[in-house]
Structure formats: C-alpha cells, structure tokens
C-alpha cells in the first residue's frame, strides 16, 4: 500500500532500471570492499556510526559494502540506544530483520558504479 499511496502523491509512473554485478569483484582486491555475511558486532557498530550526524559522511572510503539489511525500525532504535535505554547487546539483536536475514549492496564511488552492466 505504501507504493501506491507515493504513486498517487508524486503521480508519477514508476521505473525499474536493472543491473548485474560480478560478484567476484568483492573478493577479488581490485576495489576496496567490506563484505558481511551475518549479524555482529562489527555490522551493527558501523550502523552506528554511518547514522550519526556529528560523524562526517559518508564515514568510510569503501567503494562497495555488502551486508544484511538492517530492521525498518533502526533510527527509533539508535535513538533508544543514544539514549541508553537499550545496551549494545540488545541493539544488535534489535537490528536484525524479523523475516529473516537479507542482503544490500552499497556501491559508493564512481569506479563501483562503473562496475554495474545495465541489463
């Protein structure tokens, strides 16, 4: 319902543009990339830090970072956690998809851009 209600706010027609990626490229040292393949600290720390406003941004110079998808609920519960109402412990546990653990890719330069075949 949500996609419809901005359909009709914007009224606008809605495009999907495709693209493929050689995942081997993540691994393979040409570009400078963070990959993680689970929830842990590490992953959870640099939501953190990549939500916070006093932190210049973008807060890291990787060119890709590929990682699970944090909950839709992250900036209510970093602020819970900012506030310190929640520990660490339960923000990472917090952070976790609730239907299950689902990936992103964040392409952030101009050269991981470059990397992306228009289907």
Known sequence: MGEQRTLIEQ??????????????????????????????????????????????????????????IADDGVTFLLRRYKAGTISFKELLQELRYPRGITFQYYF????????????
């Open 11 to 68: 009224e606008g027609t809605p495009t999907i543009t495709r693209f493929s990626f050689d995942e081997s490229l993540l691994h393979n040292g040409e570009l400078k990339t963070k990959v993680w393949n689970d929830y842990c600290e590490e992953w959870a720390q640099f939501i953190v830090k990549n939500r916070d406003m006093r932190v210049p941004q973008p807060c890291h110079d990787f060119d890709i970072v590929y990682g699970p």
């Open 108 to 119: 952030g330069t101009q050269r991981a851009l470059s990397t992306l075949k228009r289907l």
